[in-house]
C-alpha cells in the first residue's frame, strides 16, 4: 500500500539551516504537506505543493519537491529555537477520496 | 476566530467505561476526521465523515464509534471493547471531501486508562 517515510530525528545548530527529507511511494500524488506539531499540540499545516511544481518558497521555508524520486524536502533557513518540533510529511492523491497518508514524523532538536 | 475545538484537553477512563471526545468546527468544512496518535507511530485514521449523517472507517475503528448529526460537530466514543485506549486523539477537517484539501488541526485530547 502507500507509504510515507521519513527519518525520525535531526539535530541542527541553532542560525544553520535544517532539512527535513521525506519519500512516498505513491505515484498518482496529487498534494504533498508539511505539518508541524509542538509538544503536547495538534498538527499545524505549514505548507503544501502541488504535485506539478517543483518548488515553493515561503519566508524562511522552502519545499523542495522531486517527483522522479518521489522525494520531498522541507528547507528551514536560520532554524530558530522555536522550531525545535515534529515535522510531519503528508501526501493526498485522488484515488483515496481524501484520505492523507502521513510520514511517522521527523523531531527536530535544536543545539545552542 | 474560526478553528477546531477538542475538549476535554486531558481525559481518564476506567475499565469497562465508555468515554466520548468532542470535536466542533466552525470552519463551515464538510469533512472531519479522528485520528489516534501514539508514540513512534504518527497518525492513523480512525473514522472520517465526508458529509453530514454519514461516515466511513478508517484504519483502526474497531472499538471506536463516531456520529455526525450536525456539520460543525463530529464526536468520537471510545468504546470498552478497545482495550489499549490510551492515545493522543486528534480532530480534523477539510474544506470538501474528495478535492485534495488540507486538513485543519484541533489541539488534541490525551486520554489515560485509571
Known amino acids: 500500500g502507500e507509504d510515507v517515510e521519513q527519518s525520525l530525528f535531526l539535530s541542527v545548530r541553532e542560525g544553520d539551516s535544517s532539512v527535513i527529507n521525506c519519500t512516498y511511494t505513491?505515484?498518482?500524488?496529487?498534494?504533498l504537506y508539511w505539518y508541524k506539531q509542538e509538544p503536547g499540540a495538534g498538527l499545524q499545516l505549514l505548507t503544501y505543493?502541488?504535485?506539478?511544481?517543483d518548488m515553493k518558497q515561503d519566508q524562511r521555508l522552502t519545499v523542495l519537491l522531486n517527483k522522479k524520486d518521489k522525494h520531498l524536502s522541507l528547507r528551514i533557513a536560520d532554524t530558530q529555537t522555536g522550531d525545535s518540533a515534529i515535522y510531519f510529511c503528508?501526501?493526498?492523491?485522488?484515488?483515496?477520496?481524501?484520505?492523507?497518508?502521513f510520514g511517522k514524523g521527523t523531531r527536530l532538536h535544536i543545539l545552542p | 476566530d474560526g478553528g477546531i475545538t477538542q475538549s476535554p484537553k486531558y481525559l481518564f477512563r476506567k475499565e469497562g467505561q465508555n468515554v466520548t471526545l468532542s470535536c466542533e468546527q466552525n470552519?463551515?468544512?464538510?469533512?472531519m476526521y479522528w485520528y489516534r496518535q501514539d508514540p513512534g507511530q504518527g497518525l492513523r485514521l480512525i473514522y472520517y465523515?465526508?458529509?453530514?449523517?454519514?461516515?466511513q472507517k478508517g484504519d483502526i475503528a474497531e472499538g471506536y464509534s463516531v456520529s455526525r448529526e450536525k456539520k460543525e460537530s463530529f464526536p468520537l466514543t471510545v468504546t470498552s471493547a478497545q482495550k489499549n485506549p490510551t492515545a493522543f486523539y486528534l480532530c480534523?477537517?477539510?474544506?470538501?471531501?474528495?478535492?485534495?484539501?488540507?486538513?485543519?488541526f484541533g489541539d488534541g485530547t490525551r486520554l489515560s486508562i485509571l
Open positions: 480534523a477537517s477539510s474544506i470538501e471531501a474528495s478535492r485534495n484539501q488540507p486538513q485543519h
Open positions: 505513491d505515484s498518482s500524488s496529487t498534494y
Open positions: 505543493i502541488f504535485s506539478n511544481m
Open positions: 503528508a501526501e493526498s492523491s485522488k484515488g483515496r477520496d481524501d484520505k492523507i497518508i
Open positions: 470552519l463551515n468544512h464538510d469533512a
Open positions: 465523515s465526508q458529509i453530514v449523517n454519514d461516515f
